[in-house]
Structure formats: structure tokens, C-alpha cells
């Protein structure tokens, strides 16, 4: 079967570091994404992996390690604009059948 | 300012009523998807389609949903008859060839409550 699995909740302080896990299994493998939703938006895509190490976006960096089935996103300097839930995603096997996780919410505090 | 549409944005209705939802992906985007999202269980993949043919819609309940792409332009998802359980938001996105597997853009979204 496939799945991901990430936590449900992140509290962090403005200004802060604060890293999402993604653990996954699947049958194939092709990349990770990770997507951002503010309440009552729609998912916005922040980046993909394919290949294993850090991609980095601004404040935000993405990590994958093929070998070890995980995955994280990195925010840094966090704003209170970050607090949102924040997905990552994997290509399941068949076309471009996408499987999502449940989402982290990500709490920023002043 | 490439973006996907999608309309109705809101839509309530009354069970056994049909519903049309219709998605416009980002101009010359080949591949579209249909996804569902509830708190219970969060984003479900529908159905899929590249160059406006159907790869798969296993993830959509064949009795009363279907999803077809009349032109490239044009994606729709419909439930006939709708039912309180299919009350959710239904999001359309779209993605460019291989890269559609790992980026996609989302529309806003349809919120729909079934009476």
C-alpha cells in the first residue's frame, strides 16, 4: 500500500526554525512535494524533490532522503503568515496518481 | 497571471439534486485533476486526465460522479444525484507534462453543501 505519515501539529515562535517531517511508503517512488493551505485557500505548491538533499526556496528548504523513505520541510525565520498546514505529497504508482498526507498545522506565536 | 478557475466558487443544494462543477486549467497545462477535501479525510484524489483523456478515476464513486473534458480548456465534475455525504470542498488543479507529477497548481476551489 502507499502512505505518508506526518504530524498533526507544530507549534513554533516567530523568528524561529521549525522542520516538518514526511515518513512515506510506497510500491514506486518518483519525488515529494509539499504543499502550503491557509485556512479557507487552496493548496499552493513550495517544492519538490526528486533526487535525494536540500532544495532550497528562500526562507523555506526541502529535503529528501531516498533511502530512508523521509522527508522534511524546512521553514526558517518563521511569520505569523506561515501558520497555515502544510502537506507533502508523493506520485503513486499508475500515470500521475498523487497521495497526499493528512497535513501538519503549523502554529506561529508571537 | 496564470491561474486555475473554477466555478460555481460556492454552491448549496438540496439532496438528489445534480451538481456541476467546472474547472479552467492554466493555458496549455495538459494534465488536470479532480480533488475532494474534508476534515475526515482530507485530500482525495478524484480523477485525473492527460490531454483530456481519463487515466484514472478510481478514487471517484462511479454511481453518481463522473468527469470529463469536453475541450482542454474545460474540465467538469458532476454528481447526479448529490447526497448530504458529498458535502466538501472540490478542488481542480492543473500540471504541465511530467512536471504534473510533482507540481500542481490549484484552483480556489467549490464549496459544496448538500442540503
Known amino acids: 500500500g502507499q502512505s505518508l505519515e506526518q504530524p498533526s501539529e507544530v507549534t513554533a515562535v516567530e523568528g524561529a526554525i521549525v522542520q516538518i517531517n514526511c515518513t512515506y511508503q510506497t510500491s514506486g517512488f518518483y519525488g515529494l512535494s509539499w504543499y502550503q493551505q491557509h485556512d479557507g485557500g487552496a493548496p499552493t505548491f513550495l517544492s519538490y524533490n526528486a533526487l535525494d538533499g536540500l532544495e532550497e526556496t528562500g526562507r523555506f528548504s526541502s529535503f529528501l532522503s531516498r533511502s530512508d523513505s523521509y522527508g522534511y520541510l524546512l521553514l526558517q525565520e518563521l511569520q505569523m503568515k506561515d501558520s497555515a498546514s502544510y502537506f507533502c505529497?508523493?506520485?503513486?504508482?499508475?500515470?500521475?496518481?498523487?497521495?497526499f498526507g493528512a497535513g501538519t498545522r503549523l502554529f506561529v506565536k508571537a | 497571471d496564470a491561474r486555475v478557475t473554477q466555478t460555481p466558487r460556492h454552491k448549496v443544494t438540496e439532496m438528489g439534486q445534480e451538481v456541476t462543477m467546472r474547472c479552467q486549467p492554466i493555458l496549455g497545462h495538459n494534465t488536470v485533476f479532480w480533488y475532494r477535501q474534508t476534515m475526515m479525510q482530507g485530500l482525495e484524489l478524484l480523477a485525473y486526465?492527460?490531454?483530456?483523456?481519463?487515466?484514472?478515476d478510481s478514487g471517484m464513486p462511479k454511481d453518481r460522479f463522473s468527469a470529463e473534458m469536453p475541450d482542454a480548456t474545460l474540465a467538469t465534475l458532476k454528481i447526479q444525484p448529490s447526497e448530504p455525504r458529498d458535502s466538501a470542498v472540490y478542488f481542480c488543479?492543473?500540471?504541465?507534462?511530467?512536471?504534473?507529477?510533482?507540481?500542481?497548481?490549484f484552483g480556489p476551489g467549490t464549496r459544496l453543501l448538500v442540503l
Open positions: 488543479a492543473s500540471g504541465l507534462g511530467r512536471q504534473a507529477e510533482g507540481t500542481q497548481y
Open positions: 486526465f492527460r490531454n483530456r483523456a481519463p487515466l484514472d
Open positions: 505529497a508523493v506520485r503513486g504508482t499508475g500515470g500521475f496518481k498523487t497521495i
